[in-house]
């Protein structure tokens, strides 16, 4: 009788997969949801889940001091963090639409990887992943991790642009992009996008092979 491989696709592992993947989907969509029923003025805008508020670096020629607070002794010192809090408490639409756009196109990157990742569970349960729809849905996942990498951290630096020049009344827009660091292009993401890429390739081939040998019998 041979022992059962520890690695093996089972019918319990798909089910708990599908049932996580299916949570994901639900809190995903509500989570869109409420931001986008957030945007019109239906919602309060620091009721709920506060949104109203973002963190952005002190623009030049605005004091950056210390937080009032002693320390022990001189060998300990207290220095400012050099980021602000600006937070809209009656925002127009306008405002609203920017302040929740990183998180929204985040999570529609989100239910779109998820609903791909749910298809090809349900291939792997069917016992045939390598069929062209595969191919399709890691291409689709791939090229959303990679856009997201990108294009998330842009918005939200834009987003911080127009909203810090509208709060402090500067009426002109420091642009500030910043590729690496803090708030800069997600390169891990960047790397999981290639990667999946690649997967994509490797799932290609092998169903143009699968293709060959069934034409072969």
């Known amino acids: 009788m041979s022992e059962r491989s520890p690695l093996r696709w089972s019918r319990s592992d798909a089910v708990i997969t599908r049932c996580v993947l299916v949570i994901g989907l639900v809190f995903a969509g509500l989570a869109t949801l409420y931001a986008l029923v957030w945007i019109t ?54 405002q609203r639409l920017l ?10 990157a989100t239910l779109v990887v998820m609903a791909g990742l749910l298809g090809i569970v349900r291939s792997l349960d069917a016992g045939d992943p390598f069929v062209r729809a595969n191919v399709r849905r890691l291409r689709i996942i791939a090229f959303t991790v ?33 590729l690496v660091g803090e708030g800069g292009i997600r390169f891990t993401f960047v790397f999981v996008g290639l990667l999946l890429a690649g997967l994509a390739e490797i799932f290609r081939r092998g169903t143009l092979m699968r293709d060959d040998v069934q034409g072969l019998v």
């Open 41 to 94: 003025p239906l919602l309060p805008a620091g009721g709920g889940v506060p949104i109203n508020a973002i963190t952005v670096p002190i623009p030049d020629g605005v004091p950056d001091t210390a937080p009032p607070v002693s320390t022990a002794d001189a060998d300990h010192t207290v220095e400012a963090a050099g980021t602000m809090t600006l937070v809209f408490h009656d925002p127009t639409t306008a």
């Open 99 to 108: 302040l929740v756009l990183p998180s929204l196109l985040a999570m529609i």
């Open 146 to 178: 990679l856009l997201g990498a990108i294009l998330v951290p842009v918005v939200e630096m834009f987003r911080n642009d127009v909203l810090t020049a509208a709060a402090l009344g500067s009426g002109t827009l420091e642009a500030s992009v910043v």
